[in-house]
């Protein structure tokens, strides 16, 4: 009978570290999802920062062109569904 027993206790033990081995294959499965994830989060934010970065230059080139131009000689204005230029006198520094 003490045999029966132990071999019992045994089976029982065994199935515990049965159910424990099946809660650390999927936590594990669970952090290799997040770690996917966290990858993916990463590289959309690095091509993030490279569109702000691109947009910024852009924006940098723009300002330049415009101050290089110098002074405003004209100036468009919308009457009735149609533009029309208006001529205005260069400035003289």
Do not use: F, W, Y
Not at 10 to 36: D, H, N, P, T, Y
Not at 38 to 60: C, D, F, I, M, P
Not at 62 to 70: E, K, P, Q, Y
């Amino acid at each position: 009978m003490e045999n029966v027993e132990k071999l019992q206790d045994a089976e029982a033990k065994v199935a515990a570290m049965q159910e424990a081995l099946a809660g650390i294959q999927s936590g594990l499965e669970r952090a290799e999802q997040v770690a996917v994830a966290a990858e993916q989060a990463k590289e959309r934010a690095e091509q993030s920062v490279k569109v702000t970065l691109a947009l910024v230059g852009l924006s940098v080139v723009l300002i330049a062109l415009s101050l290089d131009r110098g002074p405003l000689t004209g100036m468009a204005s919308v009457r009735g569904g149609r533009t029309v230029l208006i001529d205005l006198p260069a400035t003289q520094p």
